[in-house]
């Protein structure tokens, strides 16, 4: 890294001159001792961060930390990077670093909340903005201890403490410790939160000391913990995620299984259980952001608030869904989240509510859907959102081809497995659906899309003229408690398409109230994504025998 020694050289290995030569680089001076950005120097030679030509005291580390944002202006600097150049390797927890950044923000009269300098890019690092930057004004007020919620990084971190063994005979401390390290590496795969690496997790949980200093030296936000018991061939695995604040258990679940294969039953129970903690950890999320005051509103807390809103399945909750996402992207532009689900929301706008179904709305999606990729190409909710647009747009090989692509780099992802099944049906391919959806119940039963999942499925069933097995699982759907209302309108005509005629015309009142003015007419224009014309002629019949107009 720069150095009092070494400063000539710059902490990525380009010399000043070629710093000075990059795009939206900063100025340095003829000897290159000298960086300037903004209203800001930074001064090799003695070590000094000056504002407006007024020096400001800095710490060491905070000084090379500006250093290594400021050389690199206009790029994420990853956490990594920053841990690699700043503490050289050594473990630290990410609290050190959060208290780097607001020490680093502090000086240059920046905060968490504006992040006018230094922007947060969520889950992955930080970046120094490339202006124009209004004159600082460093507060030399002391600093104060960050309310609960303001956060550096705003994304989640979990830390996988080692599971217990009690009372273990040697073999439950080799699936424990499997079990473990698959945990960590398959909730890894969710790039919107953060997990503390093995090593440090394993180093302090082992450490006999309270959970709560534990946490806190991790800079955790939630611990998973749980324990590994063994009779005979029995394995029965407990698992908790805590809460960091006041230790609150806010999900916990118990798995049973037969211990023939350790590998398949690491495999398994590391999949359901990052699926599970990762649907938890998101309504956890969601009810955070919603205790903040307005004014305390980032776009990380904006995305939550949005998702929020999308899962109510209202056309209200889609509109306001939209305008938070956007609201979000204001702040924090190179956050692929907020256009993944915008994307996501304006396809269900056409296909659920009253939204435009015509090429303009629809492209702009894609591009949504396009820019997020481009964004994150190793996040699923990118790929699962693509293809959802595109099956949208009613091109079905590119929609199965990003939605297997997600599926790649999240296997755990419940949704991708359910739009994979969805674009088998709607490509023709029932027969081969039909295990997407199990997989999606199976990694997140309790799912807040749960109801697309068995109405999903019921349609695979239908056109595979099973009846009997589309009725159950369309059922299955309306008893959601949130579900939309094409759950019960497919529950309607398939009890109708199975001859159950009296019990397809009783449950199409509560379709009316669920959606007044529900009419052949307008579910034929929701569905102008169906390929093949027969699967639309089969649902607009039953709807019609149940009396649907």
């Known amino acids: 890294m720069a150095s009092r020694a070494a400063a000539d050289t710059d902490i990525v290995g380009r010399t000043p001159e070629d710093a000075a030569r990059a795009p939206g680089s900063n100025a340095l001076d003829d000897t290159g001792r000298l960086l300037r950005f903004g209203p800001f120097e930074l001064d090799f030679d003695r070590y000094e961060l000056r504002v407006q030509g007024m020096p400001v005291a800095v710490e060491p580390r905070t000084f090379d930390l500006l250093v290594l944002l400021a050389r690199n202006r206009g790029r994420t600097v990853t956490r990594d990077e920053i841990?690699?150049?700043?503490?050289?390797?050594?473990?630290?927890?990410?609290?050190?670093?959060?208290?780097?950044?607001?020490?680093?923000?502090?000086?240059?009269?920046?905060?968490?909340?504006?992040?006018?300098?230094?922007?947060?890019v969520h889950g992955r690092g930080f970046r120094l903005r490339n202006g124009p930057f209004a004159p600082a004004a460093p507060d030399p007020a002391p600093e104060t201890p960050d309310a609960p919620d303001a956060r550096d990084d705003p994304a989640p971190c979990v830390a996988v403490l080692p599971c217990?063994?009690?009372?273990?005979?040697?073999?439950?401390?080799?699936?424990?410790?499997?079990?473990?390290?698959?945990?960590?590496?398959?909730?890894?795969?969710?790039?919107?939160?953060?997990?503390?690496?093995?090593?440090?997790?394993?180093?302090?949980?082992?450490?006999?000391?309270?959970?709560?200093?534990?946490?806190?030296?991790?800079?955790?936000?939630?611990?998973?913990?749980?324990?590994?018991?063994?009779?005979?061939?029995?394995?029965?695995?407990?698992?908790?995620?805590?809460?960091?604040?006041?230790?609150?258990?806010?999900?916990?679940?118990?798995?049973?299984?037969?211990?023939?294969?350790?590998?398949?039953l690491q495999d398994e129970l590391s999949g359901l259980v990052a699926a599970r903690i990762a649907s938890q950890l998101g309504i956890s999320e969601q009810k955070r952001a919603a205790r903040l005051r307005p004014s305390s509103l980032g776009a990380w807390e904006l995305y939550q608030l949005g998702t929020g809103e999308f899962y109510r399945f209202t056309g209200e909750g889609n509109r306001r869904c939209q305008e938070l996402m956007r609201q979000s992207l204001s702040l924090a532009p190179?956050?692929?989240?907020?256009?993944?689900?915008?994307?996501?929301?304006?396809?269900?706008?056409?296909?659920?509510?009253?939204?435009?179904t015509d090429e303009a709305h629809l492209g702009e999606a894609l591009r949504l859907a396009e820019c997020a990729t481009a964004l994150d190409e190793q996040e699923a909710n990118t790929f699962f959102a693509l293809g959802r647009v595109q099956l949208a747009r009613g091109e079905y090989g590119r929609a199965i081809d990003a939605l297997e692509t997600a599926l790649d780099l999240n296997p755990c992802h419940a949704l991708s497995h359910c739009g994979l099944g969805d674009s088998l049906?709607?490509?023709?391919?029932?027969?081969?659906?039909?295990?997407?959806?199990?997989?999606?119940?199976?990694?997140?039963?309790?799912?807040?899309?749960?109801?697309?999942?068995?109405?999903?499925?019921?349609?695979?069933?239908?056109?595979?003229?099973?009846?009997?097995?589309?009725?159950?699982?369309?059922r299955s759907a309306a008893l959601v408690p949130n579900a939309h209302y094409w759950a019960r309108a497919m529950l309607t005509a398939w009890l109708a398409q199975s001859?159950?005629?009296?019990?397809?015309?009783?449950?199409?009142?509560?379709?009316?109230?669920?959606?007044?003015?529900?009419?052949?007419?307008?579910?034929?224009?929701?569905?102008?994504?169906?390929?093949?014309?027969?699967?639309?002629?089969?649902?607009?019949?039953?709807?019609?025998?149940?009396?649907?107009?």
């Not at 190179?334 to 435009?356: N, T």
Request: glycine letters at 8%; aromatic letters at 10%; one cysteine or more.
């Open 499 to 549: 001859g159950n005629l009296d019990e397809a015309r009783a449950n199409v009142p509560a379709l009316m109230r669920a959606r007044p003015g529900f009419s052949c007419d307008f579910a034929r224009s929701r569905l102008f994504y169906v390929r093949d014309p027969a699967h639309l002629n089969l649902f607009i019949d039953g709807l019609r025998r149940a009396g649907v107009q």
């Open 334 to 356: 190179d956050f692929a989240e907020p256009y993944a689900r915008l994307a996501y929301a304006m396809v269900l706008e056409s296909v659920y509510f009253d939204g435009p």
């Open 83 to 120: 841990f690699s150049v700043l503490w050289h390797g050594r473990f630290v927890s990410d609290a050190a670093l959060s208290s780097q950044i607001r020490s680093a923000r502090k000086a240059l009269g920046d905060d968490g909340k504006r992040q006018a300098v230094i922007a947060t």
């Open 425 to 474: 049906v709607s490509d023709g391919r029932p027969e081969v659906a039909i295990p997407s959806f199990e997989r999606a119940l199976a990694l997140s039963p309790h799912d807040p899309f749960r109801w697309a999942f068995m109405s999903y499925r019921s349609l695979a069933h239908i056109f595979l003229g099973d009846h009997v097995e589309a009725v159950r699982w369309a």
């Open 164 to 264: 217990a063994t009690p009372g273990d005979d040697g073999r439950g401390a080799v699936i424990a410790g499997g079990l473990t390290e698959d945990l960590i590496n398959a909730l890894a795969r969710n790039r919107w939160m953060r997990v503390v690496t093995r090593n440090s997790a394993f180093a302090l949980g082992r450490s006999g000391e309270p959970l709560d200093e534990i946490l806190k030296q991790l800079g955790a936000d939630y611990a998973v913990t749980g324990s590994v018991r063994l009779a005979g061939d029995r394995v029965r695995v407990s698992i908790q995620m805590t809460d960091t604040l006041g230790l609150r258990c806010i999900w916990s679940d118990r798995f049973d299984r037969r211990l023939r294969d350790i590998f398949d």
